[in-house]
């Protein structure tokens, strides 16, 4: 089998820039996590429905969600799938066996979130945190919606802009409940500890004194980055206030008991796929993680062509 590998090593140096496909990739030799037995290898061509990008742990495909720790000591991993400032709309596949990053596909066409004015892609290293699961079949009491049925999603701050596939740890500051097509889409505000500034941002209140407005942003840019697209306007459990760390941390637990009973195999789910090289009593552990990668894997090829129309500026009222 051949093997396209990034390696351990997969960081964000601003002295050694690389043009690619009108993005910048910046590469540098920083070791993406503690662990040097993680690694990331990419099959298919990017930005096409064959891309996959995979986690690789001891050599062998592993599973973002499944095979990542949720919490690092006194942290939490967090799973970057988007970069701060591109588009293409990077996620961790649901129904792929190991649970590649994948681009997603709406209406046959490659998905790129819109430039909604004044913002350009998305404003923060966008992801997931591991191990969590926001079961469909549970309704939230506070929220009144049943879950979307993903990892939590994560917002990660810091000022250094991440990679796709990357493994950052954050502390957690606080959550913002979006209410998504009638469920629960949960956005736990992070900052990665590497951030010159961590060790005096702790919680939400902290993020308004040390990054003026981008709290306000952030509910402003998922408020509306589906309008250009044509859909409605998202709304807010909370009247669009943050809840604070504590709050985010049980909401983060509670998730994480749900992901519990979905790899255990006590909640039955038909897309999320469990398959996982770590948890040895889980209901779809395997000692051939290899083989099931196989099944799926395709050569790396050229990038495809972004269409120019993903480069135009939305203006919504």
């Known amino acids: 089998m051949s093997m396209n590998k990034i390696g351990h090593f997969y960081y964000i140096d601003h002295n050694n820039i690389q043009v690619e496909n009108n993005y910048l990739w910046y590469i540098s030799l920083k070791r993406?996590?503690?662990?040097?037995?993680?690694?990331?290898?990419?099959?298919?061509?990017?930005?096409?429905?064959s891309y996959r990008l995979f986690l690789l742990h001891d050599e062998k495909p592993a599973s973002f969600v499944?095979?990542?720790?949720?919490?690092?000591?006194?942290?939490?991993?967090?799973?970057?799938?988007?970069?701060?400032?591109?588009?293409?709309?990077?996620?961790?596949?649901?129904?792929?066996?190991?649970?590649?990053?994948?681009?997603?596909?709406?209406?046959?066409?490659?998905?790129?979130?819109a430039n909604v004015f004044p913002h350009h892609g998305y404003i923060w290293n966008y992801g997931a945190l591991p191990q969590t699961w926001e079961d469909p079949n549970y309704k939230d009491p506070d929220t009144n919606c049943t879950g979307d049925n993903d990892p939590i999603d994560a917002c990660d701050i810091g000022s250094r802009r991440c990679a796709s596939g990357e493994i950052i740890q954050v502390k957690v500051l606080g959550i913002l409940a979006m209410i998504d097509e009638g469920e629960t889409d949960w956005k736990v505000i992070v900052i990665n500890t590497d951030d010159p500034q961590a060790s005096e941002i702790n919680n939400i209140k902290d993020v308004e004194k040390h990054r003026p407005g981008l709290l306000r942003a952030t509910v402003e840019w998922f408020k509306y980055y589906k309008v250009p697209d044509g859909k409605p306007v998202n709304k807010f459990a909370f009247n669009e206030e943050y809840k604070d760390r504590e709050y985010a941390i049980k909401v983060i637990e509670h998730t994480h008991s749900q992901w519990k009973k979905l790899i255990s195999g006590e909640s039955h789910n038909e897309v999320f796929r469990t398959i996982n090289q770590s948890i040895k009593d889980s209901e779809n552990f395997t000692n051939d993680s290899l083989a099931v990668f196989r099944q799926q894997s395709t050569p790396?090829?050229?990038?495809?062509?972004?269409?120019?129309?993903?480069?135009?500026?939305?203006?919504?009222?």
């Open 66 to 113: 499944h095979d990542v720790p949720l919490v690092c000591g006194n942290l939490y991993n967090m799973v970057v799938e988007v970069p701060r400032w591109t588009q293409a709309k990077m996620e961790i596949s649901k129904n792929i066996p190991l649970n590649p990053i994948v681009q997603d596909i709406k209406k046959g066409k490659m998905r790129y979130v």
């Open 32 to 49: 993406f996590m503690e662990a040097d037995s993680f690694s990331l290898t990419e099959c298919g061509s990017k930005y096409t429905n």
């Open 300 to 317: 790396l090829g050229e990038p495809g062509e972004i269409p120019p129309s993903v480069y135009h500026v939305s203006y919504v009222n």
